[in-house]
């Protein structure tokens, strides 16, 4: 069900593994509407055409559903049977004002690009593509949102019309949809690339990548992608009392890159440190606090975090940073720093394709273990030295992780230096 409610991938193959879920009136067959929107998530403009939905036919369940006698029937009730009521469409919203609208307008603008990446050469693509709108047959008017698009995509550089209606996307339009954002945000970011270029940029590679991408989250945190309610208020308000300002970008994420953890990284914000709480976070972290309310505050205010670091850090940031890479080569941006490589970074917090490697192999021990080895080339004293030394939680778990490497001897990936 919360794959349901939207995923933001191109995926291929939705696969089902049990039609039966559990609600409020305990086990029950997935509703038709239910199970149409899991369908829907597979296959997309731009990625697949079409998509396919696996289901298992689970035997596992409660028998007023899964006997002989009546399974067939409840999985065509559940799979086929019509929908009872008329479906609304998001574009509704088009004409209210309402703080989606900009979204929307991105969201459309995005789907035309990549129906036209899908159907360049047919004409007339721009009545054909307001005519299947789901929002026409509700008698929503799309011509007036169409012509501004329209506009914007000859102005922007991104296609170009014919006569006869025959849309052709240049080399920026096949960047931009392969990038899945709006129009409006390609510019944007390929503003910010071109003035990356006259930045003092870091010769360290972590504070490179760290540098670019807290360029990346001021820029571009408010645009309509970005979802995270507390980024957006932050960059917009001085007066947001979100525990992570503007200026902490850089900090933020170089202590991500090193492996540290969203509670680590927390303590150590400007707005933690300074806070007059009557519990001192050193205090809290340590668990020595008593009082239970001041306590729970500093709770929620990590929970913000954590939350920042999941959807930001680990989703947002390494979707801009591909996108980047996409349309690098329109800000002549190429060779700022390696586009992927500082995705992959990011979305896992490392600073090295080495600890990479590790966390993708579900190697024991912490991000931070294997981060530190990596940033040594595997030296095991130099990291131990790092963390603190063999005794502690961190040199712990470093060792965890060099014990289960030592097991796996048929791994074909550096080998640390034991010593210590």
């Not at 440190?273 to 001041?294: C, M, P, T």
Request: proline share 5%.
């Amino acid at each position: 069900t919360t794959l349901a409610e939207g995923a933001d991938f191109p995926f291929r193959a939705t696969i089902l593994v049990d039609w039966l879920h559990w609600s409020d009136n305990g086990q029950r067959p997935l509703a038709p509407a239910l199970f149409r929107n899991i369908a829907g998530r597979c296959g997309r403009a731009g990625a697949f055409t079409e998509g396919d939905t696996i289901i298992l036919d689970n035997p596992l369940g409660s028998s007023e559903f899964t006997a002989p006698q009546v399974r067939r029937a409840w999985q065509e009730k559940s799979f086929f049977a019509p929908l009872t009521a008329e479906v609304s469409s998001t574009y509704e919203k088009l004409r209210e004002a309402t703080p989606y609208v900009e979204l929307l307008r991105a969201t459309l603008a995005s789907q035309f690009l990549a129906v036209i990446a899908e159907n360049e050469g047919v004409p007339d693509l721009t009545e054909n593509f307001i005519a299947r709108c789901y929002a026409t047959r509700l008698g929503i008017g799309m011509q007036d949102e169409m012509k501004t698009i329209a506009r914007e995509l000859r102005e922007g550089g991104f296609a170009e019309c014919e006569e006869n209606g025959v849309w052709r996307l240049s080399d920026l339009g096949r960047a931009a949809n392969e990038s899945e954002l709006s129009l409006t945000t390609c510019r944007l970011l390929i503003s910010t690339l071109q003035s990356l270029k006259s930045a003092a940029l870091p010769q360290n590679q972590t504070h490179r990548i760290a540098f670019i991408s807290a360029q990346l989250l001021r820029a571009l945190g408010t645009c309509p992608e970005q979802s995270h309610a507390d980024l957006k208020n932050v960059l917009l308000s001085r007066r947001s009392r979100f525990c992570v300002k503007p200026g902490d970008f850089e900090m933020v994420l170089q202590l991500w890159l090193r492996g540290e953890s969203p509670a680590s990284i927390f303590r150590t914000l400007p707005f933690t440190q300074r806070s007059s709480r009557q519990i001192n976070i050193d205090e809290w972290v340590e668990g020595e606090a008593s009082r239970e309310q001041a306590a729970a505050s500093w709770q929620n205010e990590l929970d913000k975090f954590v939350d920042f670091s999941r959807h930001v850090l680990e989703v947002f940031l390494p979707w801009m940073l591909r996108a980047a890479e996409r349309l690098a080569p329109f800000a002549e941006a190429e060779t700022l720093i390696n586009w992927p490589q500082a995705a992959r970074f990011i979305e896992a917090g490392v600073d090295s394709d080495w600890a990479l490697q590790m966390l993708q192999k579900n190697a024991p021990g912490t991000r931070k273990s294997w981060a530190t080895l990596g940033r040594h080339a595997q030296d095991c004293t130099a990291a131990l030295k790092e963390v603190g030394g063999k005794y502690c939680d961190d040199g712990q778990d470093l060792l965890l992780a060099l014990e289960w490497l030592q097991m796996n001897n048929s791994m074909s990936l550096p080998r640390p230096n034991r010593r210590f």
